[in-house]
């Protein structure tokens, strides 16, 4: 199952309710609450994210199976856990950046 979830966008302008994710310096809103699913990113100045996850605006699907999903595609970033049983990945595909999502319950969210 591929299920949207939202669209990441990058900003380099602070938005109202974003939280702090340490592992990757990023700053994040919660898609949920903006009424067209949008997710702002704002980037650390020494964040490790780089290249199109950092640059590209991107989409994001809940998956059943990360493994699954990330079969025969081009990983940039390998899965990883921002919050506790939350797990996502990114993936270039056609020129276009795509973030996998794995989570036990939507309270796991870093946003939460």
């Known amino acids: 199952m591929r299920e949207f ?15 702090y994710v340490e592992d990757t310096k990023v700053w994040v809103t919660d898609p949920r609450k ?9 980037f650390e100045k020494d964040s490790p994210v780089k290249g199109p996850v950092r ?3 991107h ?12 079969r025969g595609e081009h990983v940039l970033l390998e899965p ?6 939350f797990f ?4 270039l595909r056609d020129g276009a950046v795509f ?11 870093p946003w939460k």
């Open 5 to 19: 979830h939202h669209i990441g966008l990058p900003t380099d302008t602070s938005q109202p309710g974003e939280v």
């Open 34 to 42: 903006h009424p067209y699913k949008v997710e702002y990113l704002r």
């Open 55 to 57: 640059d590209l605006p």
């Open 59 to 70: 989409i994001g699907f809940r998956v059943d199976d990360m493994a699954e999903a990330l």
């Open 80 to 85: 990883f856990s921002p919050s506790p049983g």
């Open 88 to 91: 996502v990945a990114f993936v």
């Open 99 to 109: 973030e996998f999502m794995t989570f036990e319950h939507e309270s796991n969210l």
